[in-house]
């Protein structure tokens, strides 16, 4: 089935490659990827699949039964794109203006619809069903799959008991394209933003003494003691990071502003440290500025939850890249400290979210990045391989 499926992959891989050009061409920010879905949904219905639409308003859902009997499995790829002017020079570059696929979701997107067209073709050897799910509204808070989530998706329907276990890819920099990256438990971080206004009382530079509290040095300590909270209180075997990219205290040389503000990320590998953590934000803020005679509001913005990879359904997605893509191709990934929503699909079901290699040492969010589109090859053929070997070997 391997040599089979492989076969499939080139056979498809031209219009796999049409298609992720297509939507490089034509990308759409999160929650307005309406032309994306479209796209989407009719090549879905042209390989016979059931087709759902309109799931958060632009998610799309299609199932595939397969001839013989199994699990239910959901494969994930997200379709949105970033507010970034593209600088790649491709001739297939970004025709809407300040908006890119600079995160990789046209390849995820077109890799799952080759998955598609792979498995329609072999729908006899298909155990189970496969929901093929296109999700939108990844790159921007609350997120669009816990949307997903709550209209259904993962739910039974009329001749399935519901999804067992969930899987999704991302392209990763830094990886030649045709391999892949699979980490087992803790991979991806929670990702939370900090904000910590300071207030003070204004006045001239030169007379601290008489004012109740001089914002900008009040900042500048709760700047240092928030660090405190990683190196002295973060249990040792939890990564995590504090990072105040932002420090506006708006004086001049000879004046005293009155607030000043930090703006920071907060990162967690676990997710009750993550929330104990944000209470000693909290209260190492405020305490730090009602030392000094300050005063400090603290706003911790809540993002997308840590992503735990299930432990056997990662070996068994690792076994199958060893077949696949060989051992020289499949890498053991290390922990990754970006923010990712299909953590809401993990928090549900046991799955493995895994990296695909992109091919390119260009970041991603960065107006350059450009995939090898050697990626799609693997991306398509290796999701459908993987669908195909767990719905065999769970039967
Ligand atoms: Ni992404």
């Known amino acids: 089935m391997i040599d089979l499926i492989k076969s499939t992959a080139d056979d498809v891989y031209p219009d796999v490659v049409d298609l992720r050009r297509t939507l490089h061409r034509h990308p759409e920010l999160s929650g307005v990827e309406h032309e994306t879905a479209r796209r989407v949904a009719d090549r879905l219905e042209d390989l016979g699949l059931d087709v759902r639409t309109g799931i958060h308003e632009t998610g799309v859902l299609a199932t595939l039964n397969g001839s013989k009997s199994g699990p239910t499995l959901l494969l994930r790829g997200d379709m949105d794109a970033l507010p970034i002017e593209e600088e790649t020079g491709l001739d297939f570059a970004s025709e ?18 080759g998955a598609a067209m792979i498995l329609a073709r072999h729908r006899e050897a298909v155990h189970g069903q496969v ?36 899987l999704g890819q991302h392209v990763k920099p830094g990886l030649p394209a045709g391999s892949i990256g699979v980490r087992p438990g803790d991979f991806m971080a929670s990702s939370d933003e900090v904000y ?55 004086g001049a040389a000879n004046v005293i502003p009155s607030t000043a503000r930090l703006e920071g990320t907060f990162r967690a590998m676990d997710e009750d440290w993550r929330f104990r953590a944000h209470d000693l934000i909290e209260r190492v803020a405020t305490h730090t500025a009602e030392a000094h005679g300050a005063t400090a509001e603290v706003d911790v ?40 929503d299909f953590a809401y699909f993990l928090q549900e079901r046991p799955g493995t979210f895994y990296q695909l290699g992109a ?15 050697e990626a799609l090859r693997t991306g398509a053929g290796f999701m459908a391989y993987l669908a195909w070997r767990y719905g065999a070997d769970q039967k």
């Open 301 to 340: 913005k809540v993002g997308y939850p840590a992503l735990r990879n299930d432990e056997t359904v990662t070996s068994i997605v690792k076994d199958a890249a060893l077949d696949y893509v060989g051992p020289d191709r499949t890498v053991d990934a290390d922990y990754w400290f970006a923010g990712e």
């Open 96 to 113: 809407n203006e300040g908006v890119m696929h600079a995160c990789g979701h046209d390849v995820h997107t077109s890799s799952l619809l």
């Open 196 to 250: 910590v206004t300071v207030h003070g009382e204004g006045g001239h530079s030169a007379k601290p003494h008489e004012l109740s509290a001089d914002a900008t040095y009040v900042a500048s300590q709760i700047l240092s003691a928030l660090q405190s909270i990683i190196s002295r209180q973060c249990p040792p075997d939890v990564p995590s990071i504090l990072t105040i990219g932002r420090l506006i205290a708006d």
């Open 131 to 166: 929901r093929f799910c296109f999700q939108p509204h990844e790159e921007r808070l609350p997120g669009g799959a816990r949307f997903m989530i709550e209209e259904g998706v993962l739910d039974a329907t009329d001749g399935s008991s519901g999804v067992e276990a969930v």
């Open 359 to 373: 091919g390119t040492d260009r970041g991603l969010h960065t107006p350059e990045f450009a995939v090898d589109e």
